[in-house]
């Protein structure tokens, strides 16, 4: 294995083995002492938490609310929607013994919420001027996993799921979509992900939803990661929990619901989206740092230490997340090299004769040209501005790569070709046979039919059955 003195190894050598290491090294995650939980170590949760910030303040800013329901739920309430209960059965984790005896009902620790919440809507809804009522939750949920891997399927994850209730099948569907967009903005304007929007084959549908829409991007082994999923579940779950209202006429109606969720798997996302041989990339609007000065004062002269602290300061206040690697006992070149295996954007290096010419030397992790000389005066003024550059830069060179490696096509032997280093957009009959057949030989599944796809009918691309959909659909192996 080819290794950098960090010890990562190369991406494009090995995308898995990258993965893992780099996580870990970069300070993201730790293992818990649990099988497949994380331990989200303060730079991970840095970033965590600029992603949470912005998304709670777009699901604010349309009119939700947060709200908090309880960990534990009785596990009746599970079975009470069939599929629900069939879908999460194999994944709940369920407390049987608590106060030094044994329950009368068994609670289970929530995989998601939509009993409970949907339990309190029945409670909380009489009549149609209580809708549409609108709520989120951030919290933590448990779904036991096998294969866990950091960030992506863990145990135990942090996510913020929308429960919303509405009149009617129209304005559900309104607001499924609404979150949809949401999802879509975050993913693109903050974490530079260019996904696709689309609705969800029926054979990869939430458990108990009628419509599972999501955003599907691509990392870059050229596998696919959902994003963010919103569900409409007609009024399956005000069925089984009694979400009643009464309407104008006087008359009693269903409630039709939605839920919607995004979580601490776009963390691992953003690390295989933009990451490269050298480890991290971080887009600037999510970055825990956005720029790194490191001081070079060999001797410990206090001058530069003094003016990186200034110069700190004055970026704060410019509003850039800025941070002073003034560690005494380590190399500027160690630091250079660790600063860039966490995905800093930016680098500031300051020494004795920068400082004696008014400037600092400026790299950038990806797509500057070597080391350049900017005045100390003007950084205030102009990283913001470099910044919001570095992330269109990362937009467009991941938007690029997915194209590159997303492929149209009609035949069988073009799409395994196709599924092996990216996706295949083609035309499928709908069947959940025909969809497991491919899975089995390619192990590529249909990630969604685009929303913006255009009109398209003719035959299976595997089994040359007529096309359902009235549109392709991307394939692509999935994490
Ligand atoms: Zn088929």
């Given at each position: 294995m080819?290794?950098?003195?960090r010890?990562v190894t190369?991406q494009s050598?090995?995308?898995a083995a990258w ?14 002492p649990?099988?497949g939980?994380m331990?989200?170590?303060p730079?991970g949760?840095r970033?965590?938490e600029q ?23 009785p596990?009746s309430y599970?079975s ?5 209960v ?6 709940l ?18 995989p998601?919420?939509e009993?409970?919440i949907?339990?309190?809507m029945a ?5 149609h001027?209580?809708?549409p009522l609108?709520?989120?939750q951030w ?9 866990p ?16 209730a ?15 967009d949401i999802y879509h903005?975050?993913?693109?304007d903050?974490a ?10 029926p054979?990869?549908?939430?458990a ?12 870059r082994?050229?596998r696919?990661l959902q ?10 779950f005000?069925?089984?929990?009694g979400?009643?209202?009464?309407g104008e006429q006087?008359?009693?109606e269903?409630?039709?619901?939605t839920?919607?969720?995004?979580s601490?798997r776009?963390?691992g996302g953003?690390v295989?989206t933009?990451?490269d ?14 720029v790194?000065?490191v001081?070079?004062?060999?001797g410990?002269d206090?001058?530069?230490g003094?003016a ?6 004055a ?16 190399t500027p070149?160690?630091k250079?090299?660790?600063w ?6 930016i680098?500031l290096e300051?020494?004795?004769?920068d400082?004696?010419?008014g ?9 500057g040209?070597?080391?350049q000389?900017v ?6 003024r102009?990283?913001p501005?470099?910044?919001e550059?570095?992330q269109?830069?990362l937009?467009?060179r991941?938007?690029a ?10 035949a069988?032997e073009?799409f ?5 280093t990216g996706w295949a ?14 899975k089995?030989v390619?192990?590529?599944t249909?990630r969604?039919i685009?929303a ?8 299976c691309v595997?089994c040359d059955a ?5 549109k392709?659909?991307?394939f692509?192996r999935?994490?």
């Amino acid at each position: 294995m080819a290794r950098d003195e960090r010890g990562v190894t190369a991406q494009s050598e090995d995308f898995a083995a990258w993965y893992n290491e780099v996580v870990f090294k970069a300070g993201l995650v730790d293992r818990g002492p649990a099988k497949g939980t994380m331990v989200i170590r303060p730079y991970g949760y840095r970033l965590w938490e600029q992603l949470q910030g912005e998304l709670d303040r777009r699901i604010k800013d349309t009119g939700h609310e947060n709200a908090y329901f309880p960990l534990l739920i009785p596990q009746s309430y599970l079975s009470r929607e069939a599929e629900h209960v069939e879908g999460f059965s194999p994944e709940l984790a369920i407390v049987t013994h608590a106060g030094g005896k044994e329950l009368e009902e068994p609670l289970v620790v929530r995989p998601t919420s939509e009993t409970i919440i949907g339990e309190m809507m029945a409670k909380w809804i009489g009549s149609h001027r209580d809708l549409p009522l609108l709520l989120n939750q951030w919290s933590n949920v448990v779904r036991w996993e096998m294969r866990p891997r950091m960030f992506l399927r863990t145990t135990e994850f942090l996510w913020q799921e929308g429960h919303t209730a509405h009149l009617d099948r129209e304005d559900a569907l309104r607001e499924t979509m609404l979150a949809l967009d949401i999802y879509h903005e975050v993913a693109r304007d903050l974490a530079a992900m260019p996904v696709v929007p689309g609705e969800k084959t029926p054979g990869e549908r939430f458990a108990g939803a009628v419509a599972t829409y999501t955003i599907e991007g691509m990392m870059r082994d050229g596998r696919a990661l959902q994003a963010g999923t919103s569900h409409y579940m007609g009024t399956n779950f005000a069925t089984a929990f009694g979400i009643r209202y009464t309407g104008e006429q006087g008359r009693e109606e269903l409630c039709h619901t939605t839920s919607w969720g995004m979580s601490t798997r776009m963390v691992g996302g953003i690390v295989m989206t933009h990451g490269d041989d050298k480890g991290l990339v971080f887009p600037p609007r999510l970055a825990p740092y956005q720029v790194v000065i490191v001081p070079i004062s060999r001797g410990g002269d206090a001058e530069v230490g003094e003016a990186a602290e200034r110069l700190a300061g004055a970026l704060r206040e410019a509003g850039v997340r800025v941070h002073v690697d003034a560690r005494p006992q380590l190399t500027p070149g160690f630091k250079y090299n660790e600063w860039e295996m966490r995905g800093v954007p930016i680098r500031l290096e300051l020494g004795p004769r920068d400082l004696a010419n008014g400037t600092a030397m400026m790299v950038k992790r990806l797509g500057g040209e070597g080391k350049q000389p900017v005045p100390l005066d003007v950084l205030p003024r102009e990283l913001p501005a470099i910044l919001e550059e570095f992330q269109s830069y990362l937009l467009a060179r991941a938007t690029a790569f997915r194209d590159e490696h997303t492929r149209m096509v009609d035949a069988w032997e073009e799409f395994t070709d196709a599924v092996s280093t990216g996706w295949a957009v083609a035309l499928h009959c709908g069947t959940r046979d025909c969809e497991e057949q491919i899975k089995s030989v390619t192990a590529a599944t249909p990630r969604c039919i685009p929303a913006d796809g255009e009109p398209a009918t003719g035959n299976c691309v595997r089994c040359d059955a007529p096309s359902a959909y009235g549109k392709r659909v991307i394939f692509g192996r999935a994490y």
